[in-house]
T-cell receptor
Framework: QKEVEQDPGPLSVPEGAIVSLNCTYS??????FMWYRQYSRKGPELLMY????GNKEDGRFTAQVDKSSKYISLFIRDSQPSDSATYLC???????????FGTGTRLLVSP | DTEVTQTPKHLVMGMTNKKSLKCEQH?????MYWYKQKAKKPPELMFV???????INESVPSRFSPECPNSSLLNLHLHALQPEDSALYLC?????????????FGDGTRLSIL
């Protein structure tokens, strides 16, 4: 079993839809959670960073962490074609020097 | 534009060539990282530098040689690479190497080995 599981997609939605991207993990030590967006031929761009459980909102993006279920989510409201990219979840723990990545979910938003 | 700058953006080299990848950040971060990313895969960690000292080497072949000349610069020296080394090489930095700090990535160098 992988330490972090993420559906590779592709996930296809129409413009304006609410998108839900998810990761599950097995290591209960993880407490720092990140979402990265990666466009083709570009590096990963940090979208959201959260610590422990709870919600964090930034514009059209909301990150949720449920540590009891070992489940994290990224919601995108009013999705746009420019949101089409691969979304990578990543997580870490105190004392870890590494990020553990999910495989990434490819999102396609059609006009 | 990212705050981590990598050069060159593209590199094509033969298996006998020697080349270097460069990375620069001016965010005052004291941890820097090299990753390798193959198509449709997440980044794979290669090296971690903390306060200019090599902290982690993920059993990377010796044909890859990292160097951290100062707190803002990170190099990756390449020699006698194999075709399977063709990939996107990403540099990242974070405030320190503690897992609590998010990493910021550059746009990478796309490397092709002939």
């Amino acid at each position: 079993q992988k330490e972090v599981e993420q559906d590779p997609g592709p996930l296809s939605v129409p413009e304006g839809a609410i998108v839900s991207l998810n990761c599950t993990y097995s290591n209960s030590a993880f407490q720092y959670f990140m979402w990265y967006r990666q466009y083709s031929r570009k590096g990963p761009e940090l979208l959201m960073y959260t610590y422990s459980s709870g919600n964090k909102e930034d514009g059209r993006f909301t990150a949720q962490v449920d540590k009891s279920s070992k489940y994290i989510s990224l919601f995108i409201r009013d999705s746009q074609p420019s949101d089409s990219a691969t979304y990578l979840c990543a997580m870490s723990a105190k004392g870890f020097q590494k990020l553990v990545f999910g495989t990434g979910t490819r999102l396609l938003v059609s006009p | 534009d990212t705050e981590v700058t990598q050069t060159p953006k593209h590199l094509v080299m033969g298996m006998t060539n020697k080349k270097s990848l460069k990375c620069e950040q001016h965010m005052g971060h004291r941890a820097m990282y090299w990753y390798k990313q193959k198509a449709k895969k997440p980044p794979e960690l290669m090296f971690v530098y903390s306060y200019e000292k090599l902290s982690i080497n993920e059993s990377v072949p010796s044909r890859f040689s990292p160097e951290c000349p100062n707190s803002s610069l990170l190099n990756l020296h390449l020699h006698a690479l194999q075709p399977e080394d063709s990939a996107l090489y990403l540099c990242a930095s974070s405030q320190n190497r503690a897992g609590s700090q998010p990493q910021h990535f550059g746009d990478g160098t796309r490397l092709s080995i002939l």
